[in-house]
């Protein structure tokens, strides 16, 4: 199986756009945008991630295999993150007595 053949100009403006974006986070730490801060830097962090999985790890080059697995990944991500959500919502709706 042969490697894909990425140019040194993809990976410098792949590495020149994280740079930009930690730039963006660094200051979105010093704005207070209330509680927006936490999904602008969710969206922010995301798209470093994707951007790291499709140029530095190949994800976007490789087989179809190798985008299941990733996609399975995030879906199991989602399937954590809705279950704690759940339980955190959920823990007041039986009464205890003595609380």
């Known amino acids: 199986m042969s490697t894909p053949k990425?140019?040194?100009?993809?990976?410098?403006?792949?590495?020149?756009t994280l740079l930009g974006l930690t730039l963006l986070t660094s200051l979105l730490g010093t704005i207070n945008l209330g509680a927006?801060?936490?999904?602008?830097?969710l969206i922010i962090a995301a798209v470093k991630?994707?951007?790291?999985a499709s140029f530095f790890m190949h994800a976007l080059y490789d087989s179809k295999l190798v985008r299941v697995v990733l996609a399975?990944?995030?879906?199991?991500?989602?399937i954590l993150?809705?279950?704690t959500i759940a339980d955190y919502i959920t823990r007041g709706?039986?009464?205890f007595p003595g609380k």
Request: charged share 5%.
């Open 81 to 83: 993150v809705t279950l």
């Open 49 to 52: 991630g994707s951007l790291i």
């Open 6 to 16: 990425v140019s040194a100009s993809t990976y410098l403006f792949t590495w020149i």
């Open 93 to 95: 709706w039986l009464p």
């Open 36 to 41: 927006k801060s936490l999904i602008v830097g």
């Open 72 to 78: 399975g990944g995030i879906i199991w991500l989602l």
